[in-house]
């Protein structure tokens, strides 16, 4: 009984000292605002003039001020998220249960990111997830969704609190996160975060000289003329005519359900990308590869490597680059089938299911037309942007491969 009294005593001595506490707050609060009420009382001594001056002034800058002050604050404001890789942050979002995001930070350059990595052929990699969910770094008894990119793991729950998980996208991730297919975490999904500050400097500046807005959709006009104004800027002569036709490809590879506009987020990465191949090596982009895509490269090429004798035909290589672009399949192949556990396979590819025809019974024939002379270094190098390219969820192609 004793201990139970000594309890109460200390949880009513604590509740005191809390609502003392937060009346000395309140009393601090209250003072500015008085002493300023005060000063606002003896510093009324302007004349009338000067009262009719500052109402005319008013009436000069008229009604459309804040208007344009609210439209200049959110164009900084879309341009700070585009700065710090955080992406559209929908307006309706209910932010009352919502867990802090992360900070993103940028990567950087080392010294060694442009010398060859030692990627084998043979040494295969162990894949493994991670333990506790990313966000909340608890394990539980539910069932955790793995990125198909990462080794990391997340709650859906944690992703709805997080933002990252709408209705829409809700179905895909419980659908496709635990298949082959797989799912992208928002780190992988978001190319832009491979850039770092000095990157993303440059493509800023790329975008605001070229009029782009931020967060808006682009037509196929728009497209075409940002190309058009980028070629200009670099090469100081105006797009071919087949130039011009390649971007009006890959405006359609972005606009897959042919909508006749692509969405911001589809050109921010096809841009990310497209920057990558022109500011880096070969060698610095290779080292942006996960180890499960590694692992993904490796059963692609031994698939195509059926003589193992470490070549492949330049035909196949080509035909491996529409591969990674399966994202949104219904039926799942079999992993029995040549490339059909590698990555996304696109329609026009000879492991799809609508050739009717086996892998096996195709790729025999296409060994005896072409030599066997790319080999696995080779291979990794004229695929590595199409296996970045492929890493975000949308069902758009960011790299359209060429014919």
Not at 189 to 202: C, K, P, R, V, W
Not at 334 to 351: D, F, L, Q, Y
Request: proline share 6%.
């Amino acid at each position: 009984m004793g201990v139970l009294m000594s309890r109460r005593q200390t949880v009513e001595r604590v509740q005191k000292v809390s609502l003392a506490v937060s009346a000395f707050k309140d009393g601090l609060r209250e003072q500015p605002s008085t002493r300023r009420r005060g000063e606002a009382g003896t510093s009324r001594r302007g004349t009338l003039e000067q009262e009719v001056q500052e109402g005319e002034e008013e009436a000069s800058a008229g009604p459309s001020q804040p208007e344009e002050s609210s439209a200049s604050a959110s164009a900084k404001a879309a341009w700070e998220r585009l700065r710090d890789g955080r992406g559209v942050e929908p307006e309706e979002f209910d932010r009352a249960n919502r867990f802090t995001p992360p900070a993103f930070i940028r990567p950087k350059r080392e010294l060694h990111d442009d010398e060859p990595p030692d990627i084998s052929l043979e040494q295969r990699e162990q894949i493994v997830n991670d333990e506790m969910c990313e966000i909340c770094e608890v394990w539980t008894a539910e069932s955790l969704f793995p990125c198909r990119i990462c080794p990391r793991v997340y709650h859906d729950g944690c992703l709805r609190r997080m933002g990252y998980l709408q209705k829409d996208s809700a179905v895909e991730v419980t659908e496709t996160a635990h298949t082959e297919t797989g799912w992208s975490c928002y780190y992988c999904d978001n190319l832009n975060l491979l850039l770092t500050e000095e990157e993303m400097y440059s493509l800023m500046e790329t975008l605001k000289n070229c009029k782009i807005i931020p967060e808006t959709c682009l037509t196929l006009d728009d497209f075409l003329h940002y190309k058009h104004l980028v070629h200009k800027q670099q090469f100081e002569k105006p797009m071919a005519e087949a130039q011009e036709e390649q971007a009006a490809l890959q405006f359609n590879a972005l606009d897959p359900d042919k909508k006749g506009h692509i969405e911001w987020q589809d050109f921010l990465s096809h841009e990310s990308i497209q920057l990558l191949q022109k500011l880096r090596p070969q060698n610095a982009l290779l080292r942006l590869l996960t180890p499960k895509e590694r692992e993904r490269a490796r059963a692609a090429f031994l698939a195509l490597d059926q003589d193992n004798d470490g070549y492949i035909g330049e035909g196949e290589c080509r035909q491996a680059r529409h591969t990674w672009f399966r994202k949104h399949q219904k039926e799942m192949l079999s992993c029995n089938v040549s490339i059909s556990h590698v990555g996304p396979i696109s329609e026009g590819s000879p492991t799809s299911s609508r050739n009717g025809k086996s892998p096996e019974k195709i790729l025999p024939a296409t060994k005896q037309e072409e030599p066997r002379t790319v080999d696995w270094p080779s291979f990794l190098q004229d695929n590595v942007a199409y296996i970045l390219a492929a890493r975000p969820n949308s069902a758009a192609l960011h790299l359209q491969p060429p014919a």
